[in-house]
């Protein structure tokens, strides 16, 4: 029988060491990896599917001022709109006038886009106390700050409900140019 003799060699200890730093630096760096991808470079926090725009001017109070009526010196009236969010960036109220018009009430609601205003003012049929029938809706463009609102609103008139207020041959409709200035008096 013959033996077979087998030799082991015994690596340096210095070359031992340096193979176990290069195996544990890769292990490291493997597991680095591997976290990074599986979390997508992420912070984990939910981004918004559908995010909503928030509007950091809040116009709920009490504003007044004055609107324009008419195209001539001291046509204004005294206006006043109390407004509450309907929404994000949607303010509603009601508008009431006040002066040679006699008391009305009506609505205005604007929707809000950084300073500027898209705004809808309606006095109904009825809102009128010196001409019932009469009514109006305008539309217009606004500018607001923290303490003023201001701009102008078309105003149409139905001629016909309006007994009095217009004169000559005028058409079915007019459209008026209403002049807005409002200060805040109470949040």
């Known amino acids: 029988m013959t033996s077979t003799r087998v030799q082991v060699l015994e690596c340096p200890p210095s070359w031992y060491n340096l193979m176990l730093q290069q195996s544990a630096f890769a292990i490291v760096g493997v597991t680095v990896l591997v976290g990074a991808l599986a979390c997508g470079g992420s912070d984990n926090s939910p981004s918004p599917t559908n995010p909503s725009p928030t509007t950091t001017l809040d116009l709920t109070g009490t504003w007044r001022g004055t609107i324009q009526m008419g195209d001539q010196p001291g046509s204004d009236v005294f206006f006043q ?12 109220g009601e508008a009431r006038m006040a002066g040679p018009v006699g008391p009305v009430f009506g609505t205005l609601g604007v929707t809000l886009s950084g300073t500027q205003l898209a705004a809808t003012l309606s006095f109904p049929t009825g809102a009128w106390a010196t001409a019932p029938t009469c009514a109006m809706t305008g539309s217009g463009t606004l500018t ?8 102008r609103i078309v105003g149409m008139w139905p001629v016909a409900l309006c007994p009095g207020f217009f004169t000559g041959n005028l058409p079915t409709t007019v ?6 200035s409002l200060s805040r008096v109470a949040p």
């Open 81 to 92: 709109w109390t407004a509450a969010r309907s929404g994000d960036a949607n303010f509603t």
């Open 144 to 151: 607001a700050s923290a303490t003023t609102v201001s701009g």
């Open 175 to 180: 459209a008026a140019n209403h002049q807005v």
